[in-house]
């Protein structure tokens, strides 16, 4: 859908359709039904074009929250192609945590699970000079939410409302576990692929049509370097690989990394640490400079 919020929908006042979900909302309130807070909805309301809303998920400690900030922050210096102006300075808040925490050559907390904690993004993305720009719109979502909607569709409203509605969706699977040869980081994209074909209307044995980018997340953590991510792919999770390939029209499949060197550190109690040495961020803007090229 292309033009303005009002334009779509009308006067953005009581009785406004929320811009994720759809339903009634009311002023000065969050969306009763997917929780979308005010201060997104009215950063959308305020720009001419409709946003595209991105899905970044993973399971707890996948990454999201150290790609989703770093994607921000490169954006606002420009690269890969892109360049991005934050809408709202909601905005900021993640890519400031981000920067904060590792300026202190730490990670940032851990999301809560809670929705109205999360942090969102509001951009303006502007992919070539002359080209017209288009706003992305992401949540920085907790984890456990995403594991639990995908358990039990509804639980977690916003999650649900983003998957049905979201124009491009980034899948983290945390590398580390997946070179140990554990089977949880695969298990969990392919419940979230098979997730996204039960909620998306389309016609009959079409493939799911949005485009979805693998991003391997913590490619600085493995000892071999990893050439090429498809055959990374398709050597260590066969199956989430093959159903990429029978189930989405269009996927591809990054790797990326943020430290440059990491340090393990044993606090007073004991519990080990990992901390980041240098920043280098790599396979952050991709994902997305591809993802533009698909939008329709
Ligand atoms: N070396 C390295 N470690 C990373 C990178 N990204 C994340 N990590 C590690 O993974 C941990 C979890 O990253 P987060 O971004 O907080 O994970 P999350 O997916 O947001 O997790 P939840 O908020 O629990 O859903 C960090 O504290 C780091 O230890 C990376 O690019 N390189
Ligand atoms: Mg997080």
């Not at 969050?30 to 899905?55: K, N």
């Not at 409302?161 to 979201?166: G, Y």
């Not at 969706?169 to 098979?194: H, N, T, Y």
Request: with cysteine; glycine share 10%; proline share 6%.
């Amino acid at each position: 859908m292309t033009g303005s919020y009002s334009q779509a929908y009308g006067r953005a006042d009581d009785g406004s359709p929320c811009p994720l979900c759809f339903a009634t909302t009311y002023a000065g309130n969050a969306c009763p039904t997917c929780f979308l807070p005010v201060r997104v909805m009215d950063s959308i309301r305020s720009r001419a074009e409709l946003p595209r809303f991105l899905g970044v998920l993973g399971t707890s400690g996948a990454g999201k929250t150290v790609y989703l900030g770093m994607l921000v922050d490169l954006l606002a210096r420009g690269a890969g192609g892109l360049h991005g102006l934050a809408q709202g300075p909601f905005t900021l808040n993640l890519q400031r945590k981000l920067i904060l925490a590792l300026e202190r050559q730490r990670f940032p907390e851990k999301t809560p699970v809670e929705s109205d904690r999360w942090d969102w993004v509001h951009c303006e993305v502007q992919a070539a000079k002359g080209k017209t720009p288009f706003e992305i719109v992401a949540p920085d979502v907790a984890g456990e939410a995403v594991v639990g909607e995908l358990e039990t569709q509804g639980t977690y409203k916003t999650i649900c409302a983003l998957i049905a509605r979201c124009s491009g969706l980034v899948i983290l699977v945390d590398v580390v576990q997946v070179v140990a040869d554990g089977k949880g980081q695969e298990l969990f994209a392919m419940q979230l692929i098979s997730y996204l074909d039960a909620i998306r209307p389309r016609k009959r044995r079409r493939k799911i049509d949005i485009p979805v980018a693998v991003v391997f997340t913590k490619t600085d953590l493995c000892d071999q370097p990893i050439g090429d991510a498809e055959d990374f792919a398709r050597a260590n999770t066969p199956s989430l690989y093959s159903q990429c390939k029978t189930r989405l029209d269009r996927c591809t499949f990054h790797l990326s990394g943020v430290a440059g060197s990491t340090g393990r550190l044993i606090d007073r109690n004991g519990h080990e640490m990992l901390v980041p040495l240098r920043v280098e961020p790599r396979g952050v803007v991709e994902p997305l400079a591809w993802m533009v090229g698909q939008f329709r």
